[in-house]
């Protein structure tokens, strides 16, 4: 079992910034890409950004330039700076990642519970 344990959300005021951090544990053998989702109210899940093991990161193109990416691949844990927060920002952020199974011999998908991010006008 691999888990997914997100922190760093809370209350900010708009044009300010949170990081977030999600870490994995467990029975880790190996992790691929990791990235970040969110849902905000009403609304279905979307990508944020994602990372691949290499450290190359992809971002949904209407938050280039405000949010980073990165990993720390010794600690297993992935972080999202974001900055320049808007109202439309407010969602419950979470973290995903390919984790490899050996009793599966392949990769699968892991969620972390989600951590929220509130940003206040």
């Known amino acids: 079992q691999v888990h997914l344990v997100e922190s760093g959300g809370g209350v900010v005021q708009a044009g300010g910034s949170l990081k977030l951090s999600c870490a994995a544990s467990?029975?880790?053998?190996?992790?691929?890409?990791m990235g970040w989702y969110r849902q905000a109210p009403g609304k279905q899940r979307e990508l944020v950004a994602s990372?691949?093991?290499?450290?190359?990161?992809n971002y949904a193109d209407p938050l280039k330039g405000r949010f980073t990416i990165s990993r720390d691949n010794g600690n297993n844990t992935v972080y999202l700076q974001m900055n320049s927060l808007k109202p439309e920002d407010t969602a419950v952020y979470y973290c995903?990642?390919?984790?490899?199974?050996?009793?599966?011999?392949?990769?699968?998908?892991?969620w972390g519970q989600g951590t929220l991010v509130t940003v206040s006008s």
């Open positions: 467990g029975n880790i053998y190996s992790i691929s890409a």
């Open positions: 990372i691949t093991s290499g450290g190359s990161p």
């Open positions: 995903n990642a390919a984790a490899y199974s050996s009793s599966i011999r392949g990769y699968f998908e892991v």
